[in-house]
């Protein structure tokens, strides 16, 4: 994959300081966020550069740990929809990435479930322990196109200030 430029990054108009840029993955578009509050810029693009290289290997890991949070969740949901239940290796495939984000020392990737394009589940990447040994914490999880920006801004000041 190709090393992230300053030069490529395009300013995000919703957020003060964000910056992002598209990569194809997978066959799709996902984007890298960059948000600048305590860290420059040059230093959040340095750790996604550093990131990239293990994208595939964390984002399997984060979907693996996603399927096994969701699964009761989502087949109870399908059992209200009389739908089929699903394995947690199937409910894995269905989740795709869609945008990771640096913000400051949070690294956060953002899915979405091909069965269901506005539910979104955000899952928090720790790599204190090296890339091999990521560590997962979910904080988001809902329907975007339901419940807007500002239950999502609400989730994120909950994880930033412990109030959830």
């Known amino acids: 994959m190709k090393l992230l430029e300053i030069n490529d990054l395009k300013e995000r108009k919703t957020v003060p300081d964000s910056y992002e840029i598209g990569l194809v993955y997978k066959g799709h578009r996902v984007d890298i966020l960059l948000d600048k509050l305590h860290y420059s810029l040059e230093q959040l693009l340095e750790a996604a550069n550093h990131l990239l290289p293990y994208l595939s290997q964390l984002d399997l890991k984060a979907r693996k740990y996603l399927a096994k949070e969701e699964l009761l969740r989502f087949n109870a949901y399908n059992q209200t929809r009389n739908k089929p239940l699903v ?3 199937c409910l894995q495939k269905h989740i795709s990435l869609h945008a ?12 979405r479930l091909s069965c269901d394009r506005k539910y979104e589940l955000i899952v928090e990447v720790c790599v204190a322990q090296g890339y091999e040994y990521p560590k997962f914490e979910q904080w988001f999880l809902g329907n975007v196109k339901d419940k807007g920006w500002l239950h999502k801004v609400s989730a994120f000041l909950g994880k930033m200030f412990g109030l959830v």
């Open 100 to 111: 990771v984000q640096f913000f400051d020392e949070s690294i956060d990737f953002f899915y």
């Open 87 to 89: 394995s947690e290796e």
